[in-house]
């Protein structure tokens, strides 16, 4: 099964919180992924629980320092 897909496809339908716990169980499964960071972040932002996407987005970023997306949201929600 692949975590990723079924967390956007909760985001997609608005259920939030059951997209944070699939990308949590994702980044159990694979730490070191900076994608998973970044999809956790999104599922926080999408939530309103901005505080929690910032510090998913900058994860992101301490594992891959070129992830755009990650780059582009931190600064929105920094402002």
Do not use: C, H, V, W
């Not at 259920?15 to 999104?42: C, H, M, Q, R, V």
């Not at 994860?59 to 929600?77: D, F, I, Q, R, T």
């Amino acid at each position: 099964m692949d975590l990723n897909a079924k967390g956007y496809e909760m985001i997609k339908r608005g259920f939030y919180k059951k997209a944070i716990n699939l990308f949590t169980l994702e980044i159990l499964f694979f730490p070191k992924s900076y994608d998973a960071y970044d999809s956790l972040g999104e599922a926080y932002m999408m939530n309103n629980e901005i505080n929690k996407a910032i510090r998913n987005y900058k994860k992101s970023l301490e594992l891959n320092s070129k992830n755009m997306n990650a780059k582009k949201k931190l600064k929105e929600l920094q402002e």
